[in-house]
């Protein structure tokens, strides 16, 4: 069974652009969560997605945005890039039931000059 | 505030020796906790999952316990190799929520 894939790996932007992430997770799963990591802040929730459904939101500006396809493919959408923008931004596949393993892709490197 | 801390920050160690890593968190109200691995400038693979209702779990040479009146858990390492040098992070998922709240983590050094 094919794992967790993100495209692109590596990104450069600049300041103000916007960039689009994608996701796709193992086949059958419909959750796909979303997450930041930072060498300052580590590792933070972005937001999940459910059935096309976004179910759970983090503390994130509203420039960060997402949705999710029929076929549970993920889109992230991050708008008017500032430089504290630049993470490797990962993405996270389960069934979507409670207490189930979470299985991560190789992540998205962003650099925004 | 529900806070995960994991201590030590970074460990070097000579191979063979066993190992443990701590993780805390402020909130017994989980649902579970999971330890994962990441390799630099990878993602995260996850190592094990241990149930609110678990204590522990094992696979191989990983054994990771959970105490959820201490709001603790132990990731422990046995006869460590060089291939398990990554940075380890614990995972915390509270009740009624649908993400992960992780760790600092901790950098594993195990010297040849």
């Known amino acids: 069974k094919a794992g967790v894939t993100q495209t692109p790996r590596y990104l450069i932007k600049t300041r103000g652009q916007q960039v689009t992430l994608s996701c796709s997770p193992i086949?059958?799963?419909?959750?796909v969560s979303w997450y930041q990591q930072t060498p300052g802040q580590g590792l933070q929730f972005l937001f999940e997605y459910f059935s096309e459904t976004q179910r759970n939101k983090g503390n994130f500006p509203g420039r960060f945005s997402g949705r999710q396809f029929s076929n549970s493919r993920s889109e992230m959408n991050v708008s008017t890039l500032e430089l504290g923008d630049s993470a490797l931004y990962l993405c996270?596949?389960?069934?979507?039931?409670?207490?189930?393993?979470?299985?991560f892709g190789p992540g998205t490197r962003l650099l925004v000059l | 505030k529900q806070e995960v801390t994991q201590i030590p920050a970074a460990l070097s160690v000579p191979e063979g020796e066993n190992l443990v890593l701590n993780c805390s968190f402020t909130?017994?109200?989980?649902?579970?906790l999971q330890w994962f691995r990441q390799d630099p400038g990878k993602g995260l693979t996850s190592l094990l999952l241990?149930?609110?209702?678990?204590r522990e779990q094992t696979s191989g040479r990983l054994n990771a316990s959970l105490d959820k009146s201490s709001g603790r858990s132990t990731l422990y390492i046995a006869a460590s190799q060089p291939g398990d040098s990554a940075t380890y992070l614990c995972a915390v998922e509270y009740t009624g929520a649908n993400n992960l709240f992780f760790g600092t983590g901790t950098r594993l050094t195990v010297i040849p």
């Open positions: 909130d017994s109200a989980i649902y579970n």
């Open positions: 996270a596949s389960s069934s979507g039931d409670l207490q189930e393993t979470q299985y």
């Open positions: 086949s059958g799963h419909r959750s």
């Open positions: 241990i149930q609110s209702s678990q």
